[in-house]
Nanobody
């Protein structure tokens, strides 16, 4: 049906930057809101940033001023630019999307998750 594939994670020093990407593929009619979440060891998954189909954004307090979410609607892709990274940003980052998709010529809407990409901030 629909797959979300993240990329761009890795190991970075404190103060460094990373850019995460997430591309949606499959029988997609439209991708509504998209977002990034993260889950650190021993903690619950939490929202990092969210963007609507019209481009309106909101951020968790932890990322305001440092993270920027954007999207390319033509390519069903969402990005997360992360600057001034801190050790506490270390987590697995997951992409989430609310997608309208085709199933046997019928339109359905559901949320989908990517497999996650590890971000480690350490010196």
């Amino acid at each position: 049906q629909v797959q979300l594939v993240e990329s761009g994670g890795g190991l970075v020093q404190p103060g460094g930057s990373l850019r995460l990407s997430c591309s949606a593929s499959g029988s997609i009619f439209r991708t509504n809101h998209m977002g990034w979440y993260r889950q650190a060891p021993g903690k619950e998954r939490e929202l990092v940033a969210h963007i609507t189909i019209g481009g309106s954004t909101n951020y968790a307090d932890s990322g305001k001023g440092r993270f920027t979410i954007s999207r390319d609607n033509a390519n069903e892709t969402v990005y997360l630019q992360m600057n001034s990274l801190k050790p506490e940003d270390t987590a697995v980052y997951y992409c989430n999307a609310d997608v309208v998709f085709l199933v046997s010529a019928n339109l359905r809407t559901s949320g989908f998750w990517g497999q996650g990409t590890q971000v480690t901030v350490s010196s």
